[in-house]
C-alpha cells in the first residue's frame, strides 16, 4: 500500500541555519503531497503542497519540489527562526481519492 | 470562522467506561476522518466518512465506533476505554476528492487510567 517515510527527529538547528526534512513516498497512482506543520498544543496546519510531479509547493519561506523520479517531497528553508520549532508531518493523498496518509513527524527545535 | 470543533479537549476516563468524542465542521466538506497521534507514530487513521450517513473503518478501527448522522458532525465513540486507548484524538476534514488539503481541529487528549 502506499506509504510515507520522513527523516526521524529530532532535528536541532542553530538561529538562521538551513533546514532540510527528508520525505519518500510509496504511491501506485499520482498523489497530492503535502506539508503539515504542528505548533505545540494545536492541531496539524497545511504548511505546502503539490498536486504533479515537478510542482514546487511554498509558503512561509519553507518549499519542497514533488520529484517523482526519486519519489521525494523534501521541505527545506533557508534560514529557520525559533518561531519554527515543531513538529513537520509529511503527507500524501491517494490518487483520485480522499484520504491522506502521514509520515510519523520530525520534530524541529530552533535554538536563539 | 470556527472551522473544526472538537469536544471535549481533555478528558481521563476509567478502564472499561465509555464516551463520544464530539467534531464539528461549519466549513460543508464531504469527508470528515477521525485519528489518534501517539508518541513515534504520526497519525493513525481510526475511520472516516465520505458523506453523511456513511462511515468506513482506517487503519486502526478496533475499539471505536463512529457516526456521521449530519454532514458537518463526525462522532467518535468508546464503548469500553482500555489504557491502550490513552492518546490524542484529532478530527479533520476535506471538501472533496479533488480538494484534500485536511484541516484539523485541535485535539483532544485522552488518558485511560
Given at each position: 500500500?502506499?506509504?510515507v517515510?520522513q527523516?526521524?527527529?529530532?532535528?536541532?538547528?542553530?538561529?538562521?541555519?538551513?533546514?532540510?526534512i527528508?520525505c519518500?513516498?510509496?504511491?501506485?497512482?499520482?498523489?497530492?503531497?503535502f506539508w503539515y506543520v504542528q505548533?505545540?498544543?494545536?492541531?496539524l496546519?497545511l504548511l505546502?503542497?503539490?498536486?504533479?510531479?515537478?510542482?514546487?509547493?511554498?509558503?512561509?519561506?519553507?518549499?519542497?519540489?514533488?520529484?517523482?523520479?526519486?519519489?521525494?517531497?523534501?521541505l527545506?528553508?533557508?534560514?529557520?527562526?525559533?518561531?519554527?520549532?515543531a513538529v513537520y508531518f509529511c503527507a500524501?493523498?491517494?490518487?483520485?481519492?480522499?484520504?491522506t496518509?502521514f509520515g510519523a513527524g520530525t520534530?524541529?527545535?530552533?535554538?536563539? | 470562522?470556527?472551522?473544526?470543533?472538537?469536544?471535549?479537549?481533555?478528558?481521563?476516563?476509567?478502564?472499561?467506561?465509555?464516551?463520544?468524542?464530539?467534531?464539528?465542521?461549519?466549513?460543508?466538506?464531504?469527508?470528515?476522518?477521525?485519528?489518534?497521534q501517539?508518541?513515534?507514530?504520526g497519525l493513525?487513521?481510526?475511520?472516516?466518512?465520505?458523506?453523511?450517513?456513511?462511515?468506513?473503518?482506517?487503519?486502526?478501527?478496533?475499539?471505536?465506533?463512529?457516526?456521521?448522522?449530519?454532514?458537518?458532525?463526525?462522532?467518535?465513540?468508546?464503548?469500553?476505554?482500555?489504557?491502550?486507548?490513552?492518546?490524542?484524538?484529532?478530527?479533520?476534514?476535506?471538501?472533496?476528492?479533488?480538494?484534500?488539503?485536511?484541516?484539523?481541529?485541535?485535539?483532544?487528549?485522552?488518558?485511560?487510567?
Amino acid at each position: 500500500g502506499n506509504s510515507v517515510t520522513q527523516m526521524e527527529g529530532p532535528v536541532t538547528l542553530s538561529e538562521e541555519a538551513f533546514l532540510t526534512i527528508n520525505c519518500t513516498y510509496t504511491a501506485t497512482g499520482y498523489p497530492s503531497l503535502f506539508w503539515y506543520v504542528q505548533y505545540p498544543g494545536e492541531g496539524l496546519q497545511l504548511l505546502l503542497k503539490a498536486t504533479k510531479a515537478d510542482d514546487k509547493g511554498s509558503n512561509k519561506g519553507f518549499e519542497a519540489t514533488y520529484r517523482k523520479e526519486t519519489t521525494s517531497f523534501h521541505l527545506e528553508k533557508g534560514s529557520v527562526q525559533v518561531s519554527d520549532s515543531a513538529v513537520y508531518f509529511c503527507a500524501l493523498s491517494e490518487d483520485g481519492g480522499f484520504k491522506t496518509i502521514f509520515g510519523a513527524g520530525t520534530r524541529l527545535f530552533v535554538k536563539a | 470562522n470556527a472551522g473544526v470543533t472538537q469536544t471535549p479537549k481533555f478528558r481521563v476516563l476509567k478502564t472499561g467506561q465509555s464516551m463520544t468524542l464530539l467534531c464539528a465542521q461549519d466549513m460543508n466538506h464531504e469527508y470528515m476522518y477521525w485519528y489518534r497521534q501517539d508518541p513515534g507514530m504520526g497519525l493513525r487513521l481510526i475511520h472516516y466518512s465520505v458523506g453523511e450517513g456513511t462511515t468506513a473503518k482506517g487503519e486502526v478501527p478496533d475499539g471505536y465506533n463512529v457516526s456521521r448522522l449530519k454532514k458537518q458532525n463526525f462522532l467518535l465513540g468508546l464503548e469500553s476505554a482500555a489504557p491502550s486507548q490513552t492518546s490524542v484524538y484529532f478530527c479533520a476534514s476535506s471538501l472533496d476528492s479533488l480538494n484534500t488539503e485536511a484541516f484539523f481541529g485541535q485535539g483532544t487528549r485522552l488518558t485511560v487510567v
